[in-house]
């Protein structure tokens, strides 16, 4: 008991104890009846007393929130929702920039916050109930300077923060540590962690850790694969101690047991969906080559306006020397554009075929009917055009081209993630995310005018004349 109060009275507000040391103690004072845990609280001075709340390696979940041991790059940190990841990236900074003193100098001395936004980076990784301003003791608390968009600790450190969103802004500055959040929903993901990973330059060994909901994306999956990613996971009932009670049995009664739930609240990350007719594994990788034929498929959306569905746009190639069983299909671009109006998603679809220099722009109808290719004359009167109409369900459409994908006769390009995302989630009972799937009824429809009916015609019985 001696041992274990000396290490309790050696603390200071930055900790310098062994994890094993924090470890013992905590699991002593854990051990003890409430009497005993007062009497040896009693017996802890002033300075142990105040230090206690901010050393997080006394409070952290073990084997969730502590960094692991080894030599690693990247720290994704998975977990449902509350189950302390955002806690966790914070203490990470803090124990990167701070000394043992106030003013003594960290490990690290220019760290990147990196959100989807800089309200969500300010809200959340600066300003939250979790965030780095809360888990900062008095003398240690950094500053902010709002018009700089940065922290500024009193050794000097310094942690500046970054949109996703603008991923051109880390084009230039260089940091020796990265706090990444939220990254599955990063909508331009792939483009911010790149130029992140160059600006991680500074000192000996540069880290960053990925504070995240387990949504399944291909970038998420790319940096869990690497050899130098290590990661930890949690689901929301590990962090019960700080949730509301009426919180965890709502959420445990509606979603327990659901994909939903295994995602959000056990922290699962589901590679896809039970039933799908794509899976990520099964999408090749095509390559640029010389086309037969280029189309550019759309899939309008019904309303116009913010909340309007999105409007699918997909390109696609073919090269189809010798017979159909010979042809191949690249997807190379999806141009979907969410929240437009009908002339702003017409103009895209022109734009995008005519800088792939497409042979026939193809449109569903069933909603828009004679108004979408109005639309699209009002932008280019000369465009190749065709109108198609659904005549049977989404997933019966779908199937014929995701066998094609099974014979591996459709490859896509690189930075297809959101339709792959998409794709993946579409069973044979339908559509299992949330919305609308735009984007693969574009890809279907483009892969069927390049690949499914042409095939048909090719194969139908011919009369031969005398």
């Not at 996971?233 to 959420?251: D, E, H, I, K």
């Not at 569905?309 to 999806?334: E, H, M, Q, S, Y």
């Not at 995310?433 to 690949?451: E, F, K, Q």
Request: hydrophobic share 40%; proline share 5%.
């Amino acid at each position: 008991m001696e041992n274990v109060r000396n290490k309790v009275e050696a603390v200071k507000p930055c900790s310098t104890l062994t994890r094993q040391d924090a470890r013992s103690v905590i699991d002593y004072l854990s051990g003890l009846e409430p009497k005993a845990l007062n009497e040896a609280l009693d017996g802890l001075s002033d300075n142990a007393l105040v230090s206690l709340p901010w050393l997080f390696e006394f409070w952290a979940l073990e084997g969730h929130q502590l960094p692991p041991e080894g030599d690693w790059t990247t720290w994704v940190i998975l977990g449902g929702r509350g189950a302390g990841k955002t806690r966790a990236g914070a203490e990470w900074v803090r124990a990167q920039v701070e000394g043992a003193r106030p003013d003594d100098k960290g490990r690290c001395r220019r760290v990147a916050l990196v959100g989807e936004t800089i309200e969500q980076c300010r809200e959340v990784m600066v300003f939250g109930e979790s965030g780095i301003l809360a888990c900062s003791p008095p003398d240690r608390r950094p500053k902010w300077e709002a018009t700089r968009r940065r922290l500024l600790w009193p050794n000097g450190a310094v942690a500046e923060l970054y949109s996703a969103f603008d991923p051109e802004r880390l084009r230039g500055p260089q940091f020796d540590a990265a706090w990444v959040d939220e990254l599955a929903k990063w909508k331009k993901g792939r483009e911010a962690w790149d130029m992140l990973q160059f600006a991680l330059r500074l000192g000996e060994s540069p880290r960053q850790v990925v504070t995240t909901t387990p949504k399944n994306n291909a970038l998420l999956r790319e940096i869990l694969d690497e050899a130098s990613t290590v990661k930890t996971s949690a689901p929301t009932s590990a962090n019960s101690a700080n949730l509301a009670a009426s919180f965890l049995r709502y959420v445990s009664a509606k979603y327990q047991g659901t994909r939903l739930g295994r995602q959000e609240l056990e922290g699962e990350m589901l590679m896809a969906e039970e039933g799908a007719l794509w899976s990520h594994e099964g999408i090749r990788r095509g390559k640029d080559t010389e086309f037969n034929r280029i189309v550019v498929a759309v899939d309008p959306p019904v309303t116009s306006g913010a909340k309007a569905d999105l409007c699918g746009i997909v390109v696609a190639g073919v090269v189809t020397d010798g017979p159909p069983v010979n042809w191949r299909a690249t997807v190379l671009k999806d141009a979907s554009v969410q929240g437009a109006s009908p002339q702003a998603w017409a103009a895209r679809a022109v734009e995008v075929f005519h800088a792939f220099k497409a042979d026939r722009l193809v449109a569903e109808v069933n909603q828009g009917g004679e108004l979408v290719e109005s639309l699209i004359r009002q932008i280019d009167p000369l465009v190749a055009y065709r109108a198609v109409r659904a005549s049977r369900g989404k997933v019966a459409r779908a199937e014929p081209v995701a066998a094609l994908y099974e014979q591996g006769r459709v490859a896509h390009m690189q930075g297809l993630d959101a339709l792959e995302d998409q794709m993946c989630l579409m069973t044979g009972e339908g559509f299992k995310g949330a919305g609308s799937p735009d984007r693969v009824d574009a890809l279907v429809w483009a892969i069927t005018d390049l690949m499914i009916d042409p095939a048909a015609k090719f194969l139908a019985p011919r009369v031969r004349g005398l």
